[in-house]
T-cell receptor, first 115, second 117 residues
């Protein structure tokens, strides 16, 4: 049972464009939704994260939009740059007291930003 | 420098030959975890540990063992490796509890690429 569904599998965007990656989850107990960025040959690194008490979080060119009723969240990369080319994973976890362990990951999106 | 280290980075072995992949973190994190990454399947959790001597199965634990005798180390053991365990393995660590959405990140090691012939 795949608890976090991510789409698209791959995405090609022109420099300066907007990249959008979507995720949907099934378990309503999830309360922490991070996005990880992975460059070739490296481990994933936390990019941005959100909790369900807000509908949007922005950090620089990266924005998470969260729709609790639809059980969906998405990553928007504004003014996409070739250096943003990487694999992006959405994830979700649940716990009490703000714990963020036991992440369940989506299958990843390979983003290519053409110059 | 805060980091998670894994060794070896690359390993080619044969079916049935026991191996250990080491993982160490210097951030005093309580939580540590092992994942495997396979094309089209994303990251799947193998085992995790919430503190010393506390370990539990993740989503794909078959064929793997772990131990947590010290807070900083979390080795992954393959007692009898098989070709279907050929994969890219990541160790990760984090604090067990965070107080805001931007903290409490899981920090990943650089990965170990394992090939079982």
């Amino acid at each position: 049972q795949q608890q976090v569904k991510q789409s698209p599998q791959s995405l090609i965007v022109q420099k300066g464009g907007i990249s959008i990656i979507n995720c949907a989850y099934e378990n309503t107990a999830f309360d922490y939704f991070p996005w990880y960025q992975q460059f070739p040959g490296k481990g994933p690194a936390l990019l941005i994260a959100i909790r369900p008490d807000v509908s949007e979080k922005k950090e620089g060119r990266f924005t998470i939009s969260f729709n609790k009723s639809a059980k969906q969240f998405s990553l928007h990369i504004m003014d996409s740059q070739p250096g943003d080319s990487a694999t992006y994973f959405c994830a979700a976890s649940m716990g009490s007291g703000g714990s963020n362990y036991k992440l369940t990951f989506g299958k990843g999106t390979l983003l290519t930003v053409n110059p | 420098e805060a980091q998670v280290t894994q060794n070896p980075r690359y390993l080619i072995t044969v079916t049935g030959k026991k191996l250990t992949v080491t993982c160490s973190q210097n951030m005093n994190h309580e939580y540590m975890s092992w994942y495997r990454q396979d094309p089209g399947l994303g990251l799947r959790q193998i085992y995790y540990s919430m503190n010393v001597e506390v370990t539990d199965k993740g989503d794909v634990p078959e064929g793997y063992k772990v131990s947590r005798k010290e807070k900083r180390n979390f080795p992954l053991i393959l007692e009898s490796p098989s070709p279907n365990q050929t994969s890219l393995y990541f160790c990760a660590s984090s604090r067990l509890f965070s107080t805001s959405g931007s903290s409490g990140a899981q920090y990943f090691g650089p990965g170990t690429r394992l090939t079982v012939l």
